[in-house]
């Protein structure tokens, strides 16, 4: 419908093991180099109808699962079912949302502001994709009919 032209960058990592932790700061310190050169390269390039190309696009760097907070007995982690979203760009309000306990285990949050909220849920992967789907400018009803309350608080 024209909304939007997407673009997937596979950044080439091994940054996601399930062994040998120890190793990863060079991994993890790769990877946001990558991300913070790629960034800056959009802010610096002019955009077409905006003052950069930053300032047109929309970048969602995540994972579909994050790791856990223990070590297994291979000295990695293994799948937990909450993880990080990286929102930069046109239409994202910038800070930081949602929360972990000191189990690292998900809290109740407020879809529309982030904050934890006692009133709120606990986000899963449902809530996150019908927030994007809301940030590229759709109805998340139309298009995941069964998706769940959009999580709109990064939403500029």
């Excluded at 990286?86 to 502001?113: A, I, N, R």
């Excluded at 139309?142 to 998706?147: A, D, I, V, W």
Aim: aromatic share 8%.
């Amino acid at each position: 419908r024209g909304r939007t032209t997407s673009v997937t960058i596979n950044q080439v990592g091994g940054f996601d093991t399930h062994s040998n932790s120890f190793d990863q700061d060079s991994r993890w310190n790769s990877m946001f180099l990558f991300l913070h050169d790629f960034v800056t390269g959009l802010a610096n390039q002019p955009g077409m109808i905006a003052g950069s190309l930053l300032a047109e696009t929309t970048i969602i760097y995540f994972s579909e699962f994050g790791r856990t907070p223990q070590l297994n007995g291979d000295s990695g982690k293994d799948h937990h079912p909450w993880t990080s979203i990286l929102t930069v760009g046109k239409g994202v309000k910038p800070g930081v949302y949602g929360l972990t306990d000191g189990d690292q285990e998900g809290v109740k949050t407020s879809m529309t502001t982030g904050l934890p909220d006692d009133n709120g849920q606990i986000l899963d992967v449902t809530n996150m994709v019908a927030g994007l789907v809301v940030l590229a400018g759709a109805n998340a009803a139309e298009y995941l009919p069964n998706g769940g309350k959009p999580f709109t608080a990064m939403v500029a």
